[in-house]
């Protein structure tokens, strides 16, 4: 509230200026990012504050909105009550996730013929504040799934510029890999090494729940199963295995085209595993692509079987759309 008060002028009148607004949070997809470790480490987002209006009709400065930069494939929830608040799966996606609050009104706003000195004002309004649950699922046309140690991570080198941890241990990869294949100048697709899945994944034994929602947006499985004897692994086992997993977890993922690279060829012993699992799989209309994604071999092949399966995919897809 406040009145003009100049020399030799008399009833100069109310003269308070509005507040400014406050700022608003805003959630933006950034291509450049790909975690969301810095939102671990700062828990607490506050847009500024408005400024308060003056006399001489002098109004408050808005404040600059808040943005917050995120990988795409973040999803958020409301923290209370689970819904689902926004999917930013694109760059440069923008969600407002807070509103910033309405500045008030100066006492000159009340200014009428019948009451030429108003003496009362509006106050501002307090912005919007929640909790969020964030979460990132990555975003890829096709994923690399199959148990610890079976050669996704050397796969994913083999074909992409991605340099993952690569070792002789399960568990090696503790995050998601994403790589892009370059299959020709025209032709591209992203490829996700999704860390070692096992029996119970979709109850959160081992690693589980952390890693299976980043399936979800993939279009395309590439089921990598170790034929290595010394491993003492099953590969039909496994694959089975994985698929009641990826069921469990979400019944349209074991609806999800699939392809399936037996890889480690090259170790002793392996061509009896290849052979009863091609067998096994044969009955179920399921080619095996034979690989050894540490030499190369037959790595071709399967890249040409994934690209033609991805433009099918894209062929359906254009089909199905009104």
């Known amino acids: ?30 291509s450049q990012k790909n975690t969301l470790i810095d939102l671990a480490y700062q828990q607490h987002h506050r847009a500024k504050r408005g400024t308060h209006g003056r006399g001489s009709n002098q109004h408050g400065k808005g404040a600059d909105d808040l943005h917050i930069h995120v990988p795409p494939g973040t999803v958020v929830h409301d923290a209370e009550t689970g819904d689902l608040l926004a999917d930013l799966d694109s760059p440069a996606a923008t969600w407002t996730a807070a509103e910033g609050g309405r500045g008030g009104r100066g006492n000159a706003r009340f200014l009428t013929n019948a009451n030429k000195a108003p003496t009362h004002w509006e106050e501002g ?28 991570s050397t796969l994913i080198s083999a074909i992409s510029a991605a340099r993952p941890k690569i070792a002789a241990y399960p568990f090696t990869t503790l ?18 090494d999704i860390p070692g899945i096992i029996e119970g994944a979709h109850q959160g034994i081992g690693l589980g729940l952390r890693f299976l929602r980043h399936i979800e947006r993939t279009q395309l499985l590439v089921h990598v199963l170790d034929l290595d004897p010394l491993t003492g692994r099953d590969p039909l086992e496994d694959f089975d295995v994985l698929n009641e997993e990826l069921t469990a977890y979400d019944e349209k993922l074991g609806q999800r085209p699939q392809i399936v690279a037996a890889n480690k060829i090259d170790a002793e012993g392996a061509g009896e595993n290849l052979a009863e699992l091609q067998a096994a799989l044969g009955k179920r209309d399921i080619v095996v692509f034979a690989i050894s994604a540490k030499e190369g071999r037959g790595v071709a092949e399967l890249l040409d079987e994934v690209e033609k399966r991805l433009r099918e995919i894209g062929t359906e897809d254009s089909e199905e759309a009104p």
């Open 1 to 30: 509230m406040s009145f003009r008060r100049e020399k030799f002028v008399p009833k100069g009148g109310p003269d308070g200026g509005d507040g400014g607004r406050g700022g608003s949070v805003i959630f933006v997809a950034d």
């Open 125 to 152: 309004q307090p912005g919007e504040q929640r909790w969020l649950k964030i979460e990132l699922k990555s975003i890829a046309d096709v994923g690399l799934v199959g148990f610890p140690s079976a050669g996704k």
């Open 175 to 192: 995050q998601p890999n994403l790589g892009t294949v370059e299959y020709d100048m025209n032709r591209r697709f992203v490829v996700a």
